[in-house]
């Protein structure tokens, strides 16, 4: 039998939220005001390099983030 482990990495999950607009309206425009160019970024390329790393850690400190995540770990 053939048993497989999923990981889940938050910064690029963290990514693809921001990239896919997966946040609450308020949320979005708050980043969107603080950190438009790396917002922006990513809206078009998910995996962009030179953002603002500030912009990812602060989408993972929410709330409805961390629930994203556990629903991917349960998964």
């Given at each position: 039998?053939?048993?497989?482990?999923?990981?889940?990495?938050?910064?690029?999950?963290?990514?693809?939220?921001?990239?896919?607009?997966?946040?609450?309206?308020?949320?979005?425009?708050?980043i969107y005001d603080?950190?438009?160019?790396?917002?922006?970024?990513?809206?078009?390329?998910?995996?962009?390099?030179?953002?603002?790393?500030?912009?990812?850690?602060?989408?993972?400190?929410?709330?409805?983030?961390?629930?994203?995540?556990?629903?991917?770990?349960?998964?």
């Amino acid at each position: 039998m053939l048993n497989i482990k999923f990981k889940i990495d938050k910064d690029i999950m963290a990514r693809f939220v921001i990239s896919k607009n997966l946040m609450p309206k308020p949320f979005a425009n708050y980043i969107y005001d603080k950190y438009k160019s790396s917002y922006l970024l990513l809206l078009r390329n998910p995996k962009a390099e030179k953002i603002d790393d500030n912009i990812i850690l602060e989408l993972q400190q929410q709330d409805f983030f961390k629930q994203y995540l556990n629903e991917a770990n349960q998964n």
